[in-house]
């Protein structure tokens, strides 16, 4: 076995020792070597800063003859001076610690000081700084492709609904990828309802109440319509307490309501066609009409926009459905022109209807909601015009859910203005 062994190269290296070395102060005191790079020059590091003895005051140390404990400051600058006289040294600290501003050591500000009276900088000859950044660097940078997609005539918008009015104007992309491309957001498995189907479940209970019936058949129509959406019982009894005050509040503003001797209509679907051929579709939650008075009113479980919103355009749902009624787009609905608008909250700590006051009136507005609305789709339908990712830096809401499919990580904070 040993002669086998014999003609085996022997892989052991020959030659060990490391040509650079890390030590502390003390172990560098008698060590010299071509190039010496002094780390941690920060106050607190180097110099540390002296603790405190516990047990012996500063003056009981003196009494005692013990040495002080400003002694080790005065070793460190000992240490310094001579490491720093090798014949080439690079002096290094960190401009940051812990995430937090550093202090330079009282060496390095020491050293500018007299640096500065010979008229002379304290400044690295190169920059080693961009060399190490250099290594990682990639070879090119190429600016993000911001998308700008551009479908041709025959695949545009054909059908918009009211609701899909607001996601055009303020994130084009969206409603490109969602109605255009069909991608529809897909839920975790397990998740249990969100807002959404629970502002379903909600509408789906206040549609079946009839007026005039009383508190707790409201109540039970909310679990069973909130139990179909998947909302757990737990979650579902908390509802009930939370929804309570709602319920109260709407049957006593059902019962003014009937005061007024108007026509009742639920759900109501409509379709109206605009110019250009492109069908807007609604569904208006409840509308009201009786002698020379028209209402439509929408039940939300969110915040409801603003006047100002509505009243700039850029939440437009309510002023289309006037539009809408006044033309008897809505079926069953004879056409009536709107004298109200009303967003009812319901589910908050204090709900209560609110009428919109716009500048033009609801009919107004809403005429005047149908007359943009349909310049934006002539703009859409010409096929060199884009669906940009919310091209309105102001009116943009932090995330959505297609806001990684148009990759506004990539080019949003770099394109602001786009």
């Known amino acids: ?131 190490a950044q250099a290594l990682n660097g990639p070879a090119a940078t190429r600016k993000p492709i911001v998308p700008r997609p551009r479908p041709p005539a025959d695949k545009r918008i054909k059908r918009l609904s009211v609701t899909q009015v607001e996601t055009l104007i303020r994130d084009p992309y969206a409603l490109y990828a969602r109605r255009l491309l069909g991608l529809e957001v897909l839920k975790p498995i397990g998740a249990e309802a969100g807002p959404a189907e629970r502002g379903s479940a909600v509408h789906k209970a206040i549609e079946r109440f009839e007026d005039g019936h009383e508190h707790d058949v409201l109540v039970e129509l909310l679990d069973e319509e909130l139990k179909c959406a ?70 939300k479980t969110g915040a409801p926009p603003t006047d100002k919103q509505v009243d700039s355009g850029l939440s437009p749902q309510l002023p289309l459905e006037a539009a809408m009624l006044a033309r008897g787009a809505f079926n069953g609905v004879p056409a009536a022109q709107v004298t109200e608008l009303v967003y009812w909250r319901f589910g908050n700590a204090d709900p209560t209807p609110r009428a919109l006051a716009l500048e033009a009136g609801p009919a107004g507005a809403g005429e005047a909601a149908l007359r943009a609305l349909e310049g934006l789709l002539a703009r859409y339908a010409r096929p060199d015009q884009p669906f940009l990712s919310k091209p309105r830096v102001l009116k943009v809401t932090l995330y959505d859910d297609y806001d990684h499919l148009a990759r506004r990580k990539e080019w949003a904070d770099a394109e602001g203005d786009e």
């Open 1 to 131: 076995f040993m002669k086998l062994l014999e003609p085996e190269a022997d892989p052991r290296a020959q030659n060990t020792e490391s040509r650079i070395a890390i030590w502390g102060p003390l172990e560098a005191r008698l060590q010299r070597r071509d190039l010496m790079i002094l780390g941690g020059l920060n106050e607190g590091v180097w110099p540390s800063a002296p603790k405190e003895d516990p047990f012996l005051s500063r003056p009981m140390r003196h009494a005692l003859g013990l040495p002080s404990l400003d002694e080790r400051i005065g070793l460190a600058a000992h240490d310094f001076a001579q490491l720093a006289n090798a014949p080439d040294v690079v002096l290094t600290r960190a401009l940051r610690r812990d995430g937090s501003p550093t202090l330079a050591s009282r060496w390095l500000w020491r050293l500018k000081t007299l640096v500065q009276g010979a008229k002379a900088e304290l400044t690295p000859a190169d920059a080693p700084l961009a060399w």
């Open 230 to 299: 998947g909302v757990s019982p737990e979650r579902r009894a908390a509802e009930r307490e939370r929804l309570a005050i709602s319920v109260k509040a709407l049957i006593a503003w059902f019962a003014e309501r009937r005061a007024h001797n108007a026509s009742i209509y639920r759900e109501k679907k409509g379709v109206l066609t605009l110019k250009g051929g492109v069908a807007l579709s609604g569904v208006a939650d409840r509308i009201e009409i009786g002698p020379g008075h028209a209402a439509i009113l929408d039940f």
